[in-house]
């Protein structure tokens, strides 16, 4: 079955930088759009970027266009989020997910807080 397993999460003081990880199994990665999405308690899921099959395309919410890159290692099966000039509206628990444009969350995620 699928599994993503996120990881790189972590506190961060505004300004600063942390990269995740999303380890994917139990389906061909290299066939399918992967996903970042993100979620605040008490509030729905939000996209964040996504990625296409070849890794040539991506696309990004606007909050985060300009900050975060998004890439992936179809090889070893792992999508990345490089966050740069972190903000403390980016403190969420993110995740990655199969798909383009999708917030399906499959795995833990993991928790990434942004303050001074």
């Known amino acids: 079955q699928v599994q993503l397993v996120e990881t790189g999460g972590g506190l961060a003081q505004p300004g600063g930088s942390l990269r995740l990880s999303c380890a994917a199994s139990?389906?061909?990665?290299?066939?399918?759009?992967m996903s970042w999405a993100r979620q605040v308690p008490g509030k729905g899921p939000e996209w964040v970027s996504s990625?296409?099959?070849?890794?040539?395309?991506?696309d990004y919410a606007d909050s985060v266009k300009g900050r975060f890159t998004i890439s992936r290692d179809n090889a070893n099966s792992i999508l990345y989020l490089q966050m740069n000039s972190l903000k403390p509206d980016d403190t969420a628990l993110y995740y990655c997910?199969?798909?383009?444009?999708?917030?399906?969350?499959w795995g833990q995620g993991t928790q990434v807080t942004v303050s001074s």
């Open positions: 139990g389906f061909t990665f290299s066939a399918y759009s």
């Open positions: 990625i296409f099959r070849d890794g040539r395309d991506t």
């Open positions: 997910s199969r798909g383009y444009r999708t917030t399906q969350k």
